[in-house]
């Protein structure tokens, strides 16, 4: 099994570009955490529902019209 002595040696560097969108030329990374979530929620309500005709944001509103266009729903009546 490798073992860290068995990575080689390599050097780090950075690159500091600043961002044209504010005057403070910063930029956010608080939000590298959140960015999987909204995809994740979007394709277990579409995989719940059967279905890939919903956009974000998913509103009660647009899932349950998703529920009613539904083939196996229409089926079951």
């Known amino acids: 099994m490798p073992r860290a002595d068995d990575v080689p040696n390599f050097d780090v560097g950075t690159t500091i570009t600043k ?3 504010n005057p403070l ?4 990374c608080g939000e590298a955490g959140a960015i ?3 995809a994740a929620v979007m394709n ?4 719940a529902l059967g279905t890939e005709d919903i956009a974000m944001p998913a509103t ?3 899932v349950w019209r998703a529920i009613q266009k ?3 729903r229409q089926a079951a009546e």
């Not at 030329?25 to 956010?28: I, Q």
């Not at 277990?44 to 995989?47: G, R, V």
């Open 19 to 21: 961002s044209p969108s």
């Open 25 to 28: 030329g910063v930029k956010g």
């Open 36 to 38: 999987a979530s909204p």
């Open 44 to 47: 277990a309500i579409t995989d």
């Open 60 to 62: 009660p509103a647009a």
């Open 70 to 72: 539904h083939p196996t």
